[in-house]
């Protein structure tokens, strides 16, 4: 095997943990063991998020069904909520909703409406 420093040691690990360096990850972030995705939150690199808008939804939970990483929350059979800590904002469920009801917004947009709600307390 050739031993390239850039690219991590590649041996397998059972999960990928918070304050791991980067030479401990496996090879391109290979994951070996399903269910580690709790030990860290998966949502920080999205660039865009999805953002429900309750008038407008209708709860046919469709977007929950295609949600690739089940950050739809479904609370007694409606629309919760969103989670945030996981949802990497692929769109999927803007795209499949038939009523529009969730846009997708950039997140530094969402950002400026956090620092403005903030700023008015």
Known sequence: MISNKNF????RISSVKPGMKWWEITRAGNIYSPGNSKEYETGD???IRPVWNKEKCINCLICWRYCPDSSIIVENGKFGQIDYMHCKGCGICAKVCPVNAIDMKPEDETEKIK???????
Do not use: C, L
């Open 8 to 11: 991590g040691s590649g041996t």
């Open 115 to 121: 620092e403005v709600g903030a700023d008015e307390n």
């Open 45 to 47: 690199w999205r660039s």
